[in-house]
């Protein structure tokens, strides 16, 4: 973003937090799910600090719609957020029990555990390994990002309070939330 400052293109990054699809298995989406803090469909999560952080999570097909509506405006701003829905770790882990009808195994991580690049290894992310390249070659970066992940989350750098909002801007669009979205995948929560 600093070397596109310094050009004359006309741009915009867009702040969307971590996509809700992660979360919710059934729900239409063709995202590649890498299990991020929560792995669904193996019952088990490792959580950053507390759990107790707000977060932000979008449903990438709400992300569609505020990218189009946003196409449409004759200027736009260096940056934007959207923000689907806040929600803390715990509150997700809740959502996510009771609409499986299962209890999720958790671990919650320590801080100074993240600053060294580690997190608990969960299932579902061998099949993130294999897709970047082999674990010998992916678990070690894919463990730093997660790592890093859990530190920004912690901190509080996935909810966004300044800036512009599409959300303000569109309010016509009105994004699906988590316990919205299991419905929408058939759960009857």
């Known amino acids: 973003m600093d070397e596109l400052r310094k050009t004359n ?13 992660y ?3 059934g729900l239409l ?3 590649f799910k890498v299990p991020i803090c929560i792995d669904v469909e193996h019952n088990a ?22 990218v189009a509506a ?9 940056d934007y957020h959207i923000t689907g829905e806040t ?7 809740e959502i996510t029990e009771k609409a499986k009808g299962a209890k999720l195994d958790v671990v919650y ?9 580690q997190v608990t290894e969960l299932p579902g992310h061998k099949a993130a390994y294999a897709a970047f390249g082999g674990e010998e070659v992916a678990k070690p970066m894919l463990q730093a990002v997660f790592a890093r992940f ?14 512009p909002s599409l959300n303000a801007l569109f309010p016509e669009i009105k994004p699906v939330g988590l316990e919205e979205a299991w419905k929408k995948a058939g759960a009857k929560i």
């Open 9 to 21: 293109l006309e741009w915009t990054a867009i702040c969307n937090g971590i996509f809700l699809d």
């Open 87 to 93: 929600k803390t770790w715990n509150e997700v882990i």
């Open 150 to 163: 859990g530190i920004w989350m912690e901190e509080g750098l996935f909810v966004y309070k300044d800036g």
């Open 29 to 31: 989406s063709h995202l």
């Open 70 to 78: 946003l196409l449409g405006l004759d200027k736009w701003e260096q």
């Open 23 to 25: 979360y919710v298995p």
């Open 109 to 117: 991580e320590p801080i100074e555990k993240l600053e060294k690049n």
């Open 45 to 66: 999560a490792s959580i950053p600090g507390s759990g107790n952080t707000p977060i932000t999570f979008t449903y990438s097909y709400d992300v569609g719609k505020y």
